[in-house]
DNA sequence: GGTCAAATGCCGGTGTACGC
DNA sequence: GCGTACACCGGCATTTGACC
């Protein structure tokens, strides 16, 4: 099998700038850098985990599964990595990202398992978007709030589908003009995105189009979980007003 | 031994008080 | 205004015990 595009073409440019970077982390605990390095080698962990899923032998588990556990492989060789020993990042890193998809991979083996991670990813993110579901909506809004349920949950299904990979079977699934049309849809709705506050937007992104969970974008943009969830809340406000701007008293899907 | 329901623990996300 | 800490919630998995 050939090396994923992302493997052969990742430079090794700016060697300088990425020593600042680990020294950033390592004196400091600089988030920046943290996040900065994160983004550096985000592509090459991506990229390992497509290497991963081509060879795979089942089609049970999705490659959002795959990117996550490379992901969460990758933050931990972050963490562990120490520049001084000599060793470049990437010969550091590539075993343990492979071991965490493949160690992952092993927990998911049972079917059942499968199915509730599955379940468990798909009901978070509705429940992530029902207007957080506890802030005491008058009942005489139900409409209104039927209506921005409608947006979020449609926002949370495009957001899945403007995913960086898009397996041939989810492409397949759609075909003349609504494929067109909802690619359209995906397009502006990921650039809505792009045009949040840069905290937002990231949180939006690390989320949907990476699969990681609130805990790991904490993580690596050094907040607690907890403010994780404010900004995603907020952000989500803000796409709704982006593709709902005249917030309609009624909608029609 | 197998099945089922209740109890329990864990996890991810939310809301809110509080500090800076 | 922004961020943190922490209590809380809901759902799921696992454990436990009663029942057949």
Known sequence: MTAPPALA??????????AAL????RRDGSTAAREALFLRY??????????????????????????????????????RYDPQQG??????????????????LRQLSEAQEQISLKRRLQRDRLSSLKDGG???????RK?????ELAVGLAIGHMLEGTGMYADGEQADRHDGYAAVA????????????????ADMGKVVSYHYFHSLPFEQIAGILGLSKG???????????????????????????
């Open 22 to 25: 680990w020294a950033a982390l």
């Open 42 to 79: 985000q592509p090459y962990a991506q990229a390992l985990a497509a290497r991963i899923y081509g060879g795979r032998h089942s089609r049970e588990v999705e490659f959002r599964d795959y990117q996550q556990l490379a992901y969460i492989g990758l933050l931990d060789s972050m963490d």
């Open 227 to 253: 403010r994780i969830s404010q900004i995603h809340r907020a952000a989500l406000t803000q796409l709704r007003e982006k593709i709902q701007p005249h917030s309609p008293s009624r909608t029609t899907t």
């Open 182 to 197: 909802w690619q359209q849809t995906c397009r502006s709705l990921r650039q809505a995105v792009e045009r949040l506050p």
């Open 9 to 18: 073409a990742e430079d090794d440019a700016a060697p300088a700038a990425e």
């Open 87 to 104: 060793a470049g990042f990437k010969t550091f890193c590539t075993p343990r990202i492979t071991g965490n998809v493949l160690d992952g």
């Open 143 to 147: 409409l209104d709030a039927l209506s």
């Open 134 to 140: 506890r802030d005491g909506k008058p009942a005489g």
